[in-house]
């Protein structure tokens, strides 16, 4: 069972960046579509990004597109969030998830991280 351990988040002002990491453990990383979540405080989680075990097919929600960018790298079993133009409202814990269905990463996914804390302030 894959083990997931993201990194990367912080305080950040409006129109900053961020990139999250996540590493991956008790797997074959390139076997897993990958993603991310976010839970903003009394909100409920939603899906921010999501990646194929290739990389070749990526989906983004609506609120982030144009601004995040999810990639990969299966040599370092390691998946990134590139987050740029970032609002006040993308403050969250940013969840790195996998499954071994995409259709499972973009849904209700398998496993999931302990989280990271992203705040912007603006």
């Known amino acids: 069972q894959v083990q997931l351990v993201e990194s990367g988040g912080g305080l950040v002002q409006a129109g900053g960046s961020l990139r999250l990491s996540c590493a991956a453990s008790r797997g074959t990383f390139s076997s897993y579509a990958m993603g991310w979540f976010r839970q903003a405080p009394g909100k409920e989680r939603e899906f921010v990004a999501a990646?194929?075990?290739?990389?070749?097919?990526?989906s983004y929600a609506n609120s982030v597109k144009g601004r995040f960018t999810i990639s990969r790298d299966n040599a370092k079993n390691t998946v990134y969030l590139q987050m740029n133009s970032l609002k006040p409202e993308d403050t969250a814990v940013y969840y790195c998830?996998?499954?071994?269905?995409?259709?499972?990463?973009?849904?209700?996914?398998?496993?999931w991280g302990q989280g990271t804390q992203v705040t912007v302030s603006s």
């Open positions: 990646i194929r075990w290739n990389g070749y097919s990526t």
């Open positions: 998830v996998a499954d071994n269905v995409y259709s499972r990463v973009v849904g209700i996914p398998d496993y």
